[in-house]
C-alpha cells in the first residue's frame, strides 16, 4: 500500500509549521497539503518546507474542497490511501504510524482515527455536534461509529474519487464515510488522542452556518437511505434479512418494549403528520430504545388502501368533540377537499385521539 498525507489549511499559519515538522519527523515524505487561499502568512510557513506538495487554491472553497483535490493529486502520484489530518495541532502526528497499520492490516477499508471526546477540553459543541453526527450515521447506514466527525482519517483513494462530490465544505467528510458506507467500503476505527487547549489553534467551523448545512446534507442522505439504500440492501443482502429477524426478535428485549414499540408504531402511522410519520418516528426510535423493525411495521399501518379508511375514522372519533360542522361526513363518499377543509379542526382532534387509542390498544394486546 502506497500512503500518502493530505492536510488541508485554511489560515492556520499559527500551528501549521508544527504540524508539518511533526509529520515529518515521522519519516513521512509523501506530504500534500492544500492551501486554502488562506489569508494569513500561511504561503511564507510552507515556504520553509520545500520538499512538501503544496497545492493552492485561487480562493477560500472550503475543507472538502481542498481534501479532494489533494486526494485526487495522491491518486494521479499512484497512491493507494491517504491519511488526513487537520492543520490547527489538535491530532498528534505522532499516531500516523497507528493509522498506517490499520491501513496496512485492512487495505481498502476506510480507517476512522476515534478521538476521546470526554476530555475537560473538548468544547461541548464538539461533543454534541460529533453525538449528533454519530446518530445520523447510523441511520443513514447501520453503522455505529463513534467518531463521525474526526479530521484523522485515512481514505481509499480510488473508492472517493469515483464518487462525484456534492459537497465542498466541512460537511463533506460526512458525505462520502456515508457514500462509502453504502458502497459496502468496511470502516475500522483507530483510538487518537485529541488536544483542544492549543493557544494558536484556530478552528474555522461556524456553528450556525456549518450546522445548518450538515442537517440539510443528513436531511438529503436520510431521504435516500429510506427510498434507495435500505430498500436496495433488504431486498439484495439475505444478511439484511436475518439483521432484520434479529432485530424483531432480541431474545434480550422486554416483551414490554416489544409492545411499546408496536404500539408507538400504531400511533406514528395515524397520527396527522402525513409524510413524515417515519423520519419523525425512527429517530425517536432509536432515542427511546424501541425496536425498529416492529416500529416500521406497525407505522405501516397508514399505507394506501387504509388511508381513507383512517381519514373517516379520525373524522367519525373527532366528532363529539367539536361544533356543528358546515359539511357533515356521513359515509367514505363524503370525503371531499371541501369537506376536509371545512372539517380540518375535526380531522385533526379526531386523528390524534385515534393515535392514541390505536397505539394503546395495540401495545395492550401484543403485550397480551
Known amino acids: 500500500m502506497r500512503i500518502a498525507i493530505v492536510v488541508p489549511t485554511y489560515d492556520n499559519a499559527g500551528t501549521l509549521g508544527s504540524v508539518v515538522r511533526a ?14 487561499g488562506s489569508t494569513d502568512h500561511t504561503a511564507d510557513v510552507l515556504a520553509t518546507f520545500p520538499d512538501l506538495h503544496v497545492l493552492t487554491n485561487d480562493r477560500n472553497r472550503g475543507k472538502g474542497y481542498s481534501l479532494r483535490r ?17 492543520s490547527d495541532g489538535q491530532h498528534a502526528a505522532g499516531e500516523i504510524p497507528k493509522m498506517r497499520a490499520a491501513v496496512e492490516a485492512h487495505p481498502g477499508a476506510m480507517i476512522m482515527g ?40 485515512a481514505y481509499p483513494l480510488k473508492a ?16 462520502v464515510i456515508v457514500r462509502l458506507a453504502w458502497r459496502g467500503i468496511s470502516f475500522v476505527q483507530v483510538p487518537v488522542s485529541v488536544r483542544y487547549d492549543l493557544p494558536d489553534r484556530v ?9 445548518i448545512r450538515i442537517s440539510v446534507l443528513n436531511s438529503v442522505l436520510f431521504t435516500l437511505a429510506l427510498f434507495v439504500h435500505w430498500p436496495r440492501r433488504l431486498f439484495t443482502e439475505r444478511r439484511v434479512w436475518e439483521r432484520l429477524r434479529a432485530e424483531a426478535v432480541r431474545p434480550e428485549e422486554s416483551t414490554w418494549r416489544k409492545a411499546m414499540s408496536i404500539g408507538f408504531g400504531l400511533f406514528m402511522g395515524i397520527v396527522p403528520i402525513w409524510g413524515f410519520q417515519l423520519a ?5 426510535t432509536f432515542l427511546f430504545r424501541l425496536n425498529r423493525v416492529l416500529f416500521v411495521l406497525a407505522a405501516n399501518i397508514s399505507i394506501p388502501p387504509m388511508i381513507p379508511l ?26 371531499t377537499l371541501e369537506a376536509i377543509r371545512w372539517n380540518l379542526a375535526q380531522y385533526l382532534v379526531g386523528a390524534v385521539l ?11 394486546a401484543s403485550y397480551l
Open 160 to 175: 472517493v474519487c469515483r464518487m462525484r462530490r456534492w459537497t465542498a465544505r466541512f460537511e463533506y467528510e460526512i458525505e
Open 70 to 86: 489533494g486526494f485526487e493529486a495522491a491518486l494521479a502520484d499512484g497512491f493507494d490511501q491517504a491519511i488526513t489530518i487537520d
Open 354 to 364: 385515534l393515535a392514541l387509542m390505536a397505539g394503546a390498544a395495540g401495545a395492550i
Open 203 to 211: 478552528s474555522h467551523f461556524r456553528p450556525f452556518k456549518d450546522f
Open 114 to 153: 476515534v478521538r476521546d471526546m470526554t476530555g475537560t477540553d473538548v468544547p461541548g459543541k464538539s461533543s454534541f455536534g460529533n453525538r449528533f453526527s454519530n446518530f445520523w450515521f447510523l441511520v443513514e447506514t447501520g453503522w455505529r461509529l463513534r467518531d463521525t466527525q474526526t479530521g484523522f482519517r
Open 310 to 335: 383512517i381519514v373517516y375514522a379520525s373524522y367519525k372519533v373527532g366528532a363529539p368533540f367539536v361544533g356543528d360542522d358546515r359539511i357533515r361526513i356521513t359515509d367514505l363518499s363524503g370525503i
Open 23 to 36: 509529520i515529518l519527523e515521522q519519516g513521512e515524505r509523501d506530504v500534500y497539503v492544500v492551501n486554502d
Open 280 to 284: 419523525v418516528g425512527i429517530p425517536l
